[in-house]
């Protein structure tokens, strides 16, 4: 039987992030082996998770990162259970290391099977689901290139966005971080007019026309009016046409031509909890 001190237990607890009782009971079954201790300790993580699949991980943290020359960014949830595990400072670097990850991945599939720190980020989710106690998964994972990429965290980690511009300009970082800014505050359903699809247009003209009829509006005055009202619909919910926040005169197209004459905003993404 090896001896199993408590630099061991330390060592195994600082590789893993597992409880101190729970590492010192996986080196005395593994009679002192590491590797064994760690492969013990994930299945405990697996049984977890499988006995958790069905609970809800509406919290969490949302995370936004961007490679060094702006280029490209990530965004994703890190999900759990409760408010006050997502709130952990572990959990949330956790988050962003995973994130940093992700900006080399191309689809939430490779990111779930690219390595981190010798396991795929699946097993280590897993292995967090043991080491926690509550389900641990990534919900969300949207990636987003472009000229130049910002991004913006809101406080409490709860939603992160990313903007893509059409060119790198001075005052374009703050620009970039505005807008995102003003993403994750207005939740827009799409970045301009051509972004809406079909579906949705028909339907908000279907619904402005039955409120015109409700009002007793003329039959032949219906298409032209809903097409008015869809226009409202468009400046609402299009984030290059919404009011901007900072100022409600611009439209956040206008406000970014005010930064430069010819940049304009070329995409965006964004995700939140729950």
């Known amino acids: 039987m090896a001896t199993i001190t408590a630099a061991d237990v330390n060592k195994l607890r600082q590789i893993t992030g597992a409880g101190m009782m729970d590492c010192k009971k996986a080196l005395v079954e593994s009679d002192g082996d590491f590797d064994l201790a760690i492969e013990n300790l994930r299945k405990k993580g697996q049984k977890v998770a499988a006995n958790r699949a069905d609970r809800d991980s509406s919290e969490g943290a949302a995370i936004a990162v961007v490679n060094a020359d702006n280029t490209v960014g990530v965004v994703i949830t890190l999900n759990c259970e409760t408010d006050f595990v997502g709130k952990n400072e572990g959990f949330i ?60 965290i809101h406080a409490g980690n709860k939603i992160a966005t990313l903007t893509a511009l059409s060119a790198k300009v001075a005052g374009g970082e703050e620009a970039a971080r505005n807008v995102a800014m003003q993403a994750a505050a207005m939740s827009p359903l799409a970045l301009n007019e051509a972004g809406v699809d079909q579906k949705t247009i028909d339907k908000e003209i279907e619904i402005a026309k039955d409120l015109l009829r409700q009002e007793g509006k003329p039959e032949a005055m219906l298409d032209n009016i809903a097409k008015g009202k869809l226009a409202r619909f468009f400046k609402d919910n299009t984030l290059v046409n919404q009011d901007y926040i900072k100022d409600n005169k611009l439209s956040v197209a206008n406000y970014i031509k005010s930064v430069d004459a010819n940049l304009t905003v070329t995409g965006f993404k964004r995700v939140a909890l729950g």
Do not use: H, P, R
């Not at 992700?102 to 396991?119: D, P, V």
């Open 93 to 152: 670097k956790l988050a962003t290391d995973l994130a940093n990850l992700a900006l080399n991945c191309s689809s939430k599939e490779a990111f779930l099977a690219a390595n981190f720190n010798g396991m795929t980020v699946k097993e280590k989710l897993i292995e967090q689901t043991g080491v926690i106690g509550e389900k641990i998964e990534v919900n969300s994972f949207e990636k987003l290139e472009g000229a130049f990429i910002g991004s913006y």
